[in-house]
């Protein structure tokens, strides 16, 4: 089978140059009028010249597409470019950008895993929450991951995949606080102090949640966990994947309030419109969820 495989591209070689070279005679064209006619064999050679030319071309092209389609792994390889995916590197357990610039989330070892298995190199870009839509748009990286919730926005940009996370908003506290902030209604009182962290989305929800409540809206990410362990804030409302997350981390002093989230988001990646590698992509993803590979995932990040 190699040996027949190895042999395509000569034979293919060779059934052109043989094609060419016995490139039937044109008929004679008459030269009346012609100011070569004069030199009707000059004349001749160089329009046998120029259909010899253009046949070359068009034979090369034949060759190209043949030895893709019947060379075993021909056409594969022009699928060997890096599989791009772009992510804001902020959001664990999905995607964090760790100080010495190295990458790490549940959405990192998918998307190697993807990449690996349709024999593509994986290459991470890097983006902001603000410039994802344009850089997507602009064709920067074929799949945004890294937490995205899914969007009517978003949506018109690309293909969402397969839903990897039914998520909303709880609150996270500390456990000595536990009981008393359970609810919106316990929480949206005078003189609770009520952080939540930078973005558009959870300020809008917070807007309509939250009335009496003194709101802080804290932009450094680094800051956020401690300013609820120093006693700052009382409770910090964010996605319930990050919650369980800080909350397993902090050895017993910080706690989710409740395990009921106060709205219902999805996460997923946002794939281009290319239906082979949203088939591909979705594929992975599902024996992922099926087999409980992405739930560990996210829970060793």
């Known amino acids: 089978m190699a040996a027949g495989a190895n042999a395509l591209p000569a034979l293919?070689?060779?059934r052109i140059e043989?094609?060419?070279d016995r490139w039937p005679d044109r008929k004679k064209r008459s030269h009346g009028g012609?100011?070569?006619a004069?030199?009707?064999c000059a004349y001749a050679m160089e329009q046998e010249q120029q259909m010899r030319m253009g046949g070359t071309s068009r034979y090369m092209l034949t060759a190209a597409l043949l030895f893709a389609a019947l060379v075993p792994g021909g056409a594969a390889r022009a699928e060997k470019r890096a599989l791009r995916f772009g992510l804001t590197g902020d959001y664990p357990p999905?995607?964090?950008q760790r100080p010495d610039g190295s990458l790490q989330g549940a959405d990192i070892d998918m998307a190697r895993q993807i990449a690996r298995t349709m024999g593509r190199p994986a290459e991470f870009v890097l983006t902001s929450w603000s410039t994802l839509?344009?850089?997507?748009a602009a064709g920067r990286f074929d799949i945004a991951i890294g937490g995205l919730t899914v969007t009517p926005e978003r949506a018109a940009l690309g293909t969402f995949s397969l839903t990897l996370l039914d998520d909303g908003k709880r609150p996270l506290a500390l456990c000595r606080n536990q009981t008393r902030y359970k609810t919106l209604a316990d929480i949206d009182r005078p003189g609770v102090n009520v952080q939540i962290n930078r973005g558009p989305a959870i300020a809008q929800l917070a807007g309509q949640w939250l009335h009496r409540a003194n709101l802080v809206v804290n932009r450094d990410d680094e800051t956020l966990t401690a300013r609820l362990l120093d006693g700052s804030v009382d409770v910090w409302i964010t996605d319930g994947v990050v919650v369980d997350r800080i909350a397993r981390q902090s050895h017993g002093r910080l706690c989710a309030t409740t395990a009921t989230p106060f709205n219902h988001v999805a996460k997923a990646w946002l794939i281009r419109n290319d239906p082979r590698l949203i088939g591909?992509?979705?594929?992975?993803l599902a024996k992922a969820l099926r087999s409980g590979d992405w739930a560990a995932a996210v829970q060793a990040h």
């Open 12 to 14: 293919i070689a060779l």
């Open 280 to 284: 591909q992509v979705n594929k992975h």
């Open 18 to 20: 043989g094609t060419i």
């Open 94 to 96: 999905f995607a964090e």
């Open 38 to 40: 004069r030199q009707p």
């Open 133 to 136: 839509p344009g850089d997507f």
């Open 34 to 36: 012609n100011p070569n």
